[in-house]
């Protein structure tokens, strides 16, 4: 074999040139970047029905809670029993509370994160302008405690209660809505919580 032919013969082994080694590269990093942003977008919209639902178990256990400190559930304690904004902030505003409610212990503001502003407490979800309210409601001959949220986004509302009931089944389950979320709309979602009977 002469010099000449060592020479090719090396030339179709030694691999791949630089050109091909930056497209190889580039479209490594383009696989990687559709992976990532797939998943990342995965967990993000995981994570928003996460927050829904986690809000709803806070409420169900801030209503446990207070039953466990003063014997009696929010809507018993507040100052106008049918008003169901009343009821509610039970939970977070001891101006709420009526004057009985003596002995029960220092208030503690069971849900932090929610706030009185200018008589309603709205929740963070959407436009941040829909309302929280707590009633009481009479299911399967059981009374429940009830929280209701208005101008919930549908989206939102079908992952938490895929996520609550393990299904979108918007008129059973603990999790409801008042019309069939559609996505793009609004919805007013009622939150089956505590039995309180």
């Known amino acids: 074999m002469n010099t000449k032919q060592m020479t090719q013969t090396l030339r179709r082994q030694a691999g791949y040139t630089i050109d091909q080694t930056i497209l190889i590269v580039a479209v490594i990093a383009i696989l990687v970047t ?3 942003g797939s998943v990342g ?5 995981r994570a928003g029905s996460t927050k829904l639902q986690s809000h709803l178990v806070q409420f169900e256990n801030a209503a446990g809670s207070f039953f466990s400190q003063y014997n009696m559930w929010p809507h018993q304690a507040s100052e106008t029993p049918g008003d169901g904004t009343v009821n509610f902030r039970t939970l977070i505003d001891e101006t709420a509370l009526v004057d009985a409610m ?4 220092e208030f503690r503001n069971y849900l932090p994160a929610y706030n009185v502003d200018g008589g309603v407490v709205n929740h963070p979800f959407g436009a941040g302008t829909g309302t929280v309210e707590l009633v009481t409601d ?13 101008l919930v986004p549908a989206e939102e509302f079908n992952r938490a ?14 999790l409801r809505s008042d019309v069939a979320p559609v996505a793009g709309n609004t919805v007013t979602l009622r939150y ?4 309180i009977n």
């Open 34 to 36: 559709m992976i990532v």
């Open 138 to 150: 009479v299911d399967g001959g059981q009374t429940y405690i009830v929280f209701e949220m208005t």
């Open 102 to 105: 003596e002995g029960g212990g």
């Open 161 to 174: 209660d895929n996520g609550v009931d393990g299904r979108e089944d918007w008129e059973n389950g603990r």
């Open 192 to 195: 089956f919580a505590n039995v």
């Open 41 to 45: 977008w995965d967990l993000l919209t």
